[in-house]
């Protein structure tokens, strides 16, 4: 532990978040996508589902990105090096902190890796290191998607950091009603109304005080709730992770989509996105929760 070294300064980061992405705007590195939402409840829970105005800037973006790949031979990778206009602040000497580009909520941050690593690796004590550090002075949902099918879009590791809360009313996240449901057996949990595979674990919100030791205890948990949901050490598997200052969830994946839906860790909080009208349509068919629990494991 002696060996790792936080470099974020205390109770800096909530103020830097807010002048970078003031900055960012104004030079047009910050290309927000603009939604509405709407709430849509089942199984007890009021999901929180934003619905894409214009995708116009997101998929020009995308073409000039694959023009860059098909000129140089090579997988474009927008955090290697990261825009420059983006930087929040150096978190660690593994980690840095930028704002996401194409961002629905606002404040929305990425916990990148300096040096290239795969997203679909483990979850490293740096990386809980780096996510404690940021807790420390922002008070949101961290969350991990592990691999495609769990709804990561880029291949170098990044962890995501949005505010609380998700919603400007209501709960501070959608699916808290069904987290005093928890059943205990030894230190990690299932949420009886959750209706598929995944476990639970609370967590210290000291922790932000502490978080080199916040970092190790948690490293700890994650390996404990990686093996109740049947995901081993040797290969990472597709999961989301969400957690805040106080407790810790991973759902396994077993695919992207639900129809033309896709869903990342964001929507096992109880937030989901579509893209258009169609898809709203198709969420309130079927269900929010159904369509988590098709994508998950049952």
């Known amino acids: 532990m002696a060996q790792r070294k936080i470099l974020l300064k205390p109770d800096t980061l909530w103020t830097s978040v807010k002048e970078r992405t003031e900055y960012a705007l104004q030079c047009g590195a910050l290309l927000s996508i603009p939604t509405e939402f709407e709430f849509v409840e089942q199984d007890g829970v009021r999901f929180l589902v934003r619905i894409l105005s214009n995708l ?21 990778n927008p955090f290697l090096p990261y825009e420059e206009d983006l930087f929040v602040a150096d978190i660690s000497d593994t980690h840095v902190c930028i704002l996401n580009k194409f961002n629905v909520v606002d404040y929305h941050l990425l916990i990148i890796t300096r040096g290239f690593e795969e997203q679909e690796s483990l979850l490293t004590l740096e990386d809980f290191t780096a996510m404690w550090a940021c807790l420390a002075d922002f008070d949101g949902l961290a969350f991990y998607n592990s691999g495609k099918t769990a709804g990561a879009s880029q291949r170098h590791k990044h962890l995501q950091l949005v505010p609380l809360p998700l919603a400007p009313s209501g709960l501070q996240i959608p699916i808290e009603a069904l987290l005093t449901s928890a059943q205990f057996q030894n230190s990690n949990a299932t949420l009886a109304k959750l209706p598929f595979v995944h476990a639970f674990a609370s967590l210290n919100s000291n922790w932000v005080r502490k978080p080199l030791a916040g970092a190790q205890e948690t490293l700890e948990i994650y390996h404990t709730l990686r093996h109740a949901v049947g995901l081993d050490d040797k290969q990472s598997g597709a999961y989301n992770l969400l957690a805040t200052r106080e407790w810790m969830l991973i759902v396994p994946r077993s695919q992207e989509h639900f129809q033309s839906i896709s869903v990342n860790s964001l929507g096992f909080a109880g937030a ?14 079927q269900g ?10 049952s």
């Open 56 to 76: 116009n800037r997101k998929k020009a973006a995308k073409k000039k990105q694959e023009k860059q790949s098909a000129t140089s031979g090579e997988e474009f």
């Open 272 to 285: 989901l996105l579509v893209r258009n009208a169609a898809e709203m349509e198709i969420l309130k068919t």
């Open 288 to 297: 929010p929760m159904t369509i988590l629990k098709n994508v998950a494991v």
